[in-house]
């Protein structure tokens, strides 16, 4: 029912706020993942079968990324490259003297446009928001003999996207993420009258009382030379627009009319003000509406964009404050990834996404390290997560003239593109700046004063929100919010000391958020000891992250290079935090590190390689166990979760007290095993770990099942699990069994396990297992999962890998160092 209630809230809300006339261009596009030799190669009529007819190109839905499956093949390095699409449009734009534009919402990293064989237009930037005017270029080539000969009456257009390396250019190849290629978020094809909003501002405020709001609208207008016989500049100089206010049922409260005198710059168009207005919080992420209608002769155009009331406030030295009440900010990080995929999410994906971190309790969401597509913005306004946005200048240092424009251009684009949102609190104007690596020249000074020139920009074109940086401590004094690097119990240190580290970093700063926390974990992968590895790890040294620290090898004993990577301990470091975060009154908030697990090429070493595995869900959406550690503390409607659901075997003696955890929000829990109660038990966030809801239980060899009911009042919710308890002892693995253990739809699912020479499983093998296949099926790898990857380390001694059948015949192996490859018949 909760999913429901956010799915009807967003069919309600989250309805696009572009022009009428706009239409997602999807299908019917072919891609070549690789350069060409000209514009005229693309465009040349070949037939099918000739041997002219090469290179060949891939049918292809939009969006679509370059990266989809080599971003985590962990045999080659990801194409950073040239590629090209292509399609033919039918265009017939109904405004007789309007314009026909290219909208893109988010290409990588540089683009050209071409109709035909004329080049319309370029960008550079991979996350901003632009647009081609592709008129007077249709409007010619509809006057040549290829238009009906070659083409029919379409419109071929031609787009090159290229992500090849550039020192020059933002994001950093040094980053901890990939920088993708394609047209990886949605264009559109927009039809728009000759006069139309190039761009609405609608700046919304409320005082601190909540008793009076008040509206500041402004617009930038489009408005250009008719297209050739185009019938001229009928209606330009009578143009009116209309503008209201609309309240969150669809009641227009207040209504202003102005004729505009000028095209020319921002036009201020109306105030409102209101009194009592709903507030917006992440509880009741209520949302108003502004309307702008332009009417003129040639014909109307309307503009919604979606706007809400919250006065929002960092104390000096203090927490965060939201309507005149504390608010902890209960946060998470987002990158633009997914299974299969890559950047190119669909709409669905990322509703998908965004309604599993509200079910988690998020409130807060760091945008890393890019901006990101108005359609999370939109969720984020329609759920009620408070968003920090970011430009991507991350690490690498700092370029020349070329470098700083695109980011003075990008922020600039990010602020404008996204001002209207209420869930936006800052702008981020870096990560990780104290990174070098790209130049020759690091030079502290130059960086920061390039971060007080974006400091002033972002001031300028807003004032309403507060700029940040994360990890950059001889910048912090420049921007409003600063969030240093603590990485308690990961990359240095104890999470124990995570409340220490903490406090003495923010009397540092006059305010304080601290964003990326957590841990590495490879899903599937659980512990009988998993915080043994922090006997050799020192304390009181920081808990900051260090030049090296993500490395596998070398340097001082870490949890990130020795810990077992076991959900088990990912779960006790995050409910350590989540535990003192209760009881930090000073606190503003914080954000883990991140919701899901995402590729990046300078981790080729981890479980899943090329994978960063600190998301509480795997890269496919499917949830750790982590997830549920922080639903048992962010979230109210009742829920309770026993630890191990992915966890078949347990080990140890005969009798051997064993610790079961159960995660929940509920007052009281009882637990059952074999069905026999154990008592019931109260929770008590302060009592860790799992807020005093474990019970040591003495098992015996063989199944078992575990029940729970948790209560708060008369409202009952239950889980269950089953597992094996295993007594036997093992030795080294001796060899490899590879058995399918389910098949449905043309899926089968197949599953290895190293066996010492007894033929037991080897409960704590981690060992590298690597599928091949040969026949009619399909490997479904390249996912970047834990069971969607060809080469992958083991979790407890076995490994799961996905065939799709074909409906025919194949031969999957498994291998692993040292031990004889196994064949199995599908």
Same mark, same amino acid.
């Given at each position: 029912m909760q999913r429901l209630k956010w799915l009807l809230l967003l069919l309600i809300v989250n309805v696009s706020a572009r022009a009428q006339q706009s239409t997602r261009l999807t299908g019917n596009w072919e891609f070549l993942k690789q350069d060409v030799g000209g514009i005229? /190669?693309?465009?040349? %009529?070949?037939?099918?079968?000739? !041997?002219?007819?090469? %290179?060949?190109?891939?049918?292809?839905?939009? %969006?679509?990324?370059?990266?989809?499956?080599?971003?985590?093949? %962990?045999?080659?390095?990801?194409?950073?490259? !040239?590629?090209?699409?292509?399609?033919q449009l039918d265009i017939n734009n109904p405004y007789n003297t309007g314009r026909t534009l290219l909208f893109f919402e988010g290409a990588g990293q540089k683009t050209d446009v071409y109709v035909y064989t004329t080049k319309v237009g370029s960008h550079t930037g991979g996350y901003d928001e632009w647009s081609v005017d592709i008129t007077d270029a249709v409007a010619a080539f509809k006057k040549t003999a290829v238009y009906q000969s070659q083409f029919k009456g379409k419109i071929p257009i031609a787009i090159r996207s290229d992500n090849s390396r550039d020192l020059e250019m933002i994001p950093s190849d040094l980053s901890d993420f990939n920088v993708y290629g394609g047209i990886y978020r949605y264009l559109n094809l927009v039809y728009t009258p000759l006069i139309a909003i190039d761009k609405l501002f609608a700046k919304a405020e409320v005082d601190k009382t909540g008793k009076l709001g008040s509206v500041n609208v402004s617009a930038r207008m489009y408005f250009s030379s008719p297209p050739a016989g185009g019938g001229g500049r009928e209606g330009a100089g009578s143009a009116g627009v209309t503008i209201k206010l609309i309240d969150p049922t669809g009641? &227009?409260?207040?209504?202003?009319?102005?004729?505009?005198?000028?095209?020319?710059?921002?036009?201020?168009?109306?105030?409102?003000?209101?009194?009592?207005?709903?507030?917006?919080? !992440?509880?009741? &992420?209520?949302?108003? #509406?502004?309307?702008?209608?332009?009417? #003129?002769?040639?014909?109307?155009?309307?503009?919604?964009?979606?706007?809400?009331?919250? =006065?929002?406030?960092f104390v000096d030295h203090g927490p965060f404050m939201l309507n005149g009440q504390r608010l902890l900010l209960r946060g998470t990080h987002r990158h633009e990834d997914q299974a299969g995929v890559a950047a190119a999410m669909t709409e669905d994906m990322m509703r998908q996404e965004m309604i599993m971190m509200k079910e988690m309790g998020v409130n807060f969401i760091r945008l890393g390290h890019y901006q990101q597509s108005r359609i999370i913005l939109n969720l984020c306004d329609s759920l009620g997560i408070f968003v920090w946005e970011e430009i991507p200048w991350c690490r690498g240092g700092l370029g020349g003239p070329v470098y700083k424009e695109q980011a003075r251009r990008m922020l600039t684009n990010m602020i404008e593109q996204h001002y209207n949102h209420p869930a936006v609190i800052i702008w981020g104007l870096g990560n990780e700046n104290d990174w070098p690596g790209d130049f020759p020249e690091?030079?502290?000074?130059?960086?920061?004063?390039?971060?007080? /020139?974006?400091?002033?920009?972002?001031? =300028?074109?807003?004032? *309403?929100?507060?700029?940040?940086?994360?990890?950059?401590?001889?910048?912090?004094?420049?921007?409003?919010?600063y969030s240093p690097s603590i990485w308690a119990g990961w990359y240095r240190g104890l999470f124990t000391e995570y409340k220490q580290a903490?406090?003495?970093?923010?009397?540092? +700063?006059?305010?304080?958020?601290?964003?990326?926390?957590?841990?590495? *974990?490879?899903?599937? @992968?659980?512990?009988?000891? &998993?915080?043994?590895?922090?006997?050799?790890?020192?304390?009181?040294?920081?808990?900051?992250?260090?030049?090296?620290?993500?490395?596998?090898?070398?340097?001082?004993?870490?949890?990130?290079?020795?810990?077992?990577?076991?959900?088990?301990?990912?779960?006790?470091?995050?409910?350590?935090?989540?535990?003192e975060q209760e009881n930090m009154p000073w606190l503003t908030g914080t954000a883990q590190w991140p919701f899901k697990d995402f590729s990046t090429p300078v981790r080729p070493d981890n479980p899943v390689p090329y994978m960063n595995?600190?998301?509480?869900?795997?890269?496919?959406?499917?949830?750790?166990?982590?997830?549920?550690?922080?639903?048992? $503390?962010? #979230?109210?409607? &009742?829920?309770?979760?026993? $630890?191990?659901?992915?966890? !078949?075997?347990?080990?140890?003696?005969?009798?051997?007290?064993?610790?079961?955890?159960?995660?929940?929000?509920?007052t009281e829990a009882e637990l059952f095993v074999n069905g026999k109660s154990y008592g019931i038990k109260k929770r008590n966030s302060q009592d860790f770990p799992a807020a005093g809801l474990r019970w040591n239980i003495a098992l015996?060899?063989?199944a078992q099942e575990v029940k729970v009911i948790a209560r708060?009042?008369?409202?009952? +919710? @239950?889980?269950?699990?089953?597992?094996?308890?295993? #007594?036997?002892?093992?030795?080294?693995?001796?060899?490899?069994?590879?058995?399918?253990?389910?098949?449905?739809n043309?899926?089968?699912?197949?599953? +290895?396990?190293?066996?010492?020479?007894?033929?037991?499983?080897?409960?704590?093998?981690?060992?590298?297992?690597?599928?091949s296949l040969a026949g009619d099926g399909k490997l479904i790898d390249n996912q970047g999962t834990s069971s969607g990857s060809r080469l992958v380390q083991a979790y407890n001694g076995r490994a799961i890998i996905r065939v799709q059948t074909n409906g025919g015949k194949s031969m999957i192996g498994a291998k692993s160092e040292g031990l004889k490859t196994v064949f199995k018949d599908l």
């Open positions: 005229w /190669e693309i465009m040349r %009529p070949v037939g099918k079968g000739n !041997p002219e007819s090469v %290179p060949l190109w891939q049918s292809v839905q939009l %969006p679509h990324c370059v990266n989809a499956e080599d971003a985590v093949d %962990p045999d080659v390095n990801y194409y950073q490259g !040239p590629a090209w699409y292509r399609t009641k &227009p409260v207040q209504q202003k009319e102005v004729a505009l005198t000028s095209l020319t710059s921002d036009i201020h168009l109306a105030d409102f003000t209101l009194k009592t207005p709903q507030l917006w919080s !992440p509880q009741k &992420p209520v949302l108003y #509406t502004v309307e702008a209608t332009i009417t #003129t002769a040639a014909g109307n155009y309307v503009q919604q964009e979606k706007i809400g009331f919250r =006065h929002f406030e690091f030079d502290k000074e130059q960086i920061r004063s390039f971060m007080k /020139e974006l400091n002033e920009l972002s001031h =300028h074109l807003d004032l *309403s929100r507060k700029t940040a940086i994360r990890r950059c401590d001889f910048c912090k004094d420049i921007v409003d919010v903490t406090e003495e970093e923010f009397k540092k +700063v006059t305010h304080f958020l601290h964003v990326e926390w957590g841990g590495d *974990s490879h899903a599937g @992968r659980h512990s009988e000891s &998993p915080d043994k590895a922090l006997q050799s790890v020192k304390t009181g040294g920081g808990a900051d992250e260090r030049a090296g620290d993500a490395s596998l090898y070398g340097g001082a004993a870490r949890v990130s290079k020795d810990g077992d990577w076991s959900e088990t301990y990912l779960c006790n470091l995050v409910d350590w935090h989540l535990k595995q600190k998301g509480v869900v795997e890269r496919d959406l499917t949830k750790k166990e982590a997830y549920y550690v922080f639903q048992s $503390y962010w #979230t109210t409607r &009742p829920m309770v979760h026993i $630890y191990g659901h992915s966890w !078949p075997v347990r080990w140890g003696n005969e009798d051997e007290e064993k610790m079961i955890k159960v995660y929940s929000n509920c015996k060899g063989g708060t009042g008369k409202v009952e +919710v @239950r889980d269950s699990i089953r597992f094996q308890y295993q #007594t036997e002892k093992w030795g080294k693995p001796a060899g490899l069994m590879l058995e399918k253990i389910s098949e449905a043309g899926i089968a699912t197949m599953q +290895v396990k190293l066996l010492d020479n007894k033929g037991m499983l080897c409960l704590d093998a981690a060992n590298w297992i690597r599928f």
